[in-house]
């Protein structure tokens, strides 16, 4: 059986690159995999949170799951704070993991960059996410460039793991999308769009209005001629650009090119943000529905308990491997 497990921090409010990189996927894996959909709500508190925002992105996070189509019917969504074996296979993996390899993981470096403090949960961050992942003994994950380096550490922990007290983890594989896997910020297309950016001009919010995502687009960074081509080396913001119609209207980028022909940045960025508009509205209007709703609190108590009985069968599994008594 094929199954598959990813998130979406709860870190910020949820961007299109967030979308393409992970919830417009997330809706099409439902139905090749028996997926697990949680919120690392643990993860997300790795750098300083407003307890408030915390909450309500938490809850935001779920309710866009459902709003962009994710059936719980068939899916788990869950929190992942609300499932205790996360924490506890965590510390046990730290015991496998070395201090060295964490150090060289490049998201530790990029976030810890010029600052005087960083959390130590910062650094062990990566160890939490490979027992998310190994806790429901998935065999695929989906991960957008800057995690590929994560799920190979989980993949060495668990043969690490597996060695040493005998076979328990299932090694993953990674599932990578061509189109809208790094979709890029729209000030600066060397930088990935990112919740955490401080310019908000850089990012388009699933919740934006009508009229701020065509403001952001009008402002968005193009390249020096005027030729709606696709072409990373080249034009990498107009490349960001065509991308994103990609993913928001399904077309394959070389329609998009063509339409295009001879047109100026204008048009295309009308239009794209068209395109953007059309797509996020009834998302939208789902997510107003779900997102104060009582069928959402249950719907996360169910994907918790469906979430911790498989969590505790490799738990169990892991501690009695390790030594540790069981009942
Ligand atoms: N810009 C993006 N392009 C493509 N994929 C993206 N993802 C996030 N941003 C982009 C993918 O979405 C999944 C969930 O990511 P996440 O929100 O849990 O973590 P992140 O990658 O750290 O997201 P941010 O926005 O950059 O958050 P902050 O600023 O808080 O660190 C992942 O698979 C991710 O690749």
């Not at 790795?46 to 915390?54: A, G, I, R, S, Y």
């Not at 295309?268 to 609190?297: C, G, M, N």
């Not at 069968?313 to 892991?318: A, F, M, S, W």
């Not at 501690?319 to 009942?327: D, E, H, L, N, S």
């Amino acid at each position: 059986m094929k199954r598959l497990l990813s998130g979406i921090k709860p870190s910020g409010d949820l961007n299109i690159g967030g979308y393409g990189g992970a919830l417009h996927q997330f809706v099409k894996m439902q139905h090749e995999y028996e997926c697990y959909f949680f919120v690392p709500d643990l993860h997300a508190v790795t750098v300083p949170q407003d307890p408030k925002e915390l909450h309500q992105r938490s809850r935001d996070i779920a309710a866009f799951y459902m709003a962009a189509g994710i059936d719980p019917g068939k899916a788990v969504i869950f929190l992942q704070s609300q499932v205790p074996a996360h924490t506890e296979l965590g510390w046990l993996l730290e015991t496998q993991a070395h201090f060295g390899e964490l150090g060289r993981m490049t998201q530790f470096k990029d976030k810890a960059e010029g600052k005087d403090t960083v959390s130590s949960a910062l650094f062990t961050y990566p160890v939490l996410m490979a027992a998310d992942i190994l806790l429901y003994q998935a065999t695929h994950v989906p991960v957008g460039d800057d995690q590929k380096q994560h799920l190979e550490l989980t993949r060495d922990l668990a043969e690490r793991f597996n060695r040493r007290f005998g076979d328990t983890f299932t090694l993953p594989e990674p599932v990578i999308q061509d189109i809208g896997s790094r979709i890029m910020g729209l000030d600066d297309p060397s930088k990935k769009m990112s919740k955490s950016n401080p310019n908000k001009g850089s990012y388009v919010l699933l919740l934006d209005s009508p009229d701020e995502i065509r403001k952001k687009f009008s402002r968005a960074v193009t390249d020096s001629d005027m030729q709606i081509r696709y072409d990373w080396e080249q034009k990498p913001a107009v490349s960001n650009l065509i991308e994103i119609y990609s993913v928001f209207s399904g077309e394959d980028i070389p329609v998009i090119e063509k339409r295009y022909e001879g047109q100026g940045y204008g048009t295309f960025k009308k239009e794209l943000a068209e395109v953007v508009i059309e797509k996020l509205t009834p998302i939208q209007e789902k997510y107003r529905e779900i997102v104060h709703s009582s069928e959402l609190d249950q719907i996360l108590k169910d994907g918790a308990e469906r979430a911790t009985a498989a969590a505790e069968r490799t738990l169990t599994k892991v501690k009695q491997a390790m030594g540790f008594v069981t009942f």
